[in-house]
């Protein structure tokens, strides 16, 4: 098993920047991609980034320029830089990461840029 643990959320203007930062623990060894999803009120659950293990990546258009994911494959943590935050940026932020068999979750955390 894997567990997904996320912190860097929080309140933030418009223009802003966040470091969202999401460590893995447990049976690691066997991630894949890991990377982050966001779910805005009343809105599905859409990808924002992700990185597969070899380093490549993937960006909602919406982001693309602005955010930036990277992770450290050693210490099983993936990190998302938000810059030039906007509004419609806001929403709870996941961790992801691909098992051997089934995607692993974090809880979220909660990203609100005011305007």
């Known amino acids: 098993q894997v567990q997904l643990v996320e912190s860097g959320g929080g309140l933030v203007q418009s223009g802003g920047s966040l470091r969202l930062s999401c460590v893995a623990s447990?049976?690691?060894?066997?991630?894949?991609?890991m990377g982050w999803f966001r779910q805005a009120p009343g809105k599905q659950r859409e990808l924002v980034a992700s990185?597969?293990?070899?380093?490549?990546?993937l960006y909602a258009d919406s982001v693309k320029g602005r955010f930036t994911i990277s992770r450290d494959n050693a210490k099983g943590t993936v990190y998302l830089e938000m810059n030039n935050l906007a509004p419609e940026d806001t929403a709870v932020y996941y961790c992801?990461?691909?098992?051997?068999?089934?995607?692993?979750w974090g809880r979220g955390t909660q990203v609100t840029v005011s305007s």
């Open positions: 992801n990461a691909d098992g051997p068999r089934d995607p692993y």
């Open positions: 447990g049976r690691i060894d066997g991630i894949g991609a």
């Open positions: 990185m597969s293990a070899g380093g490549s990546t």
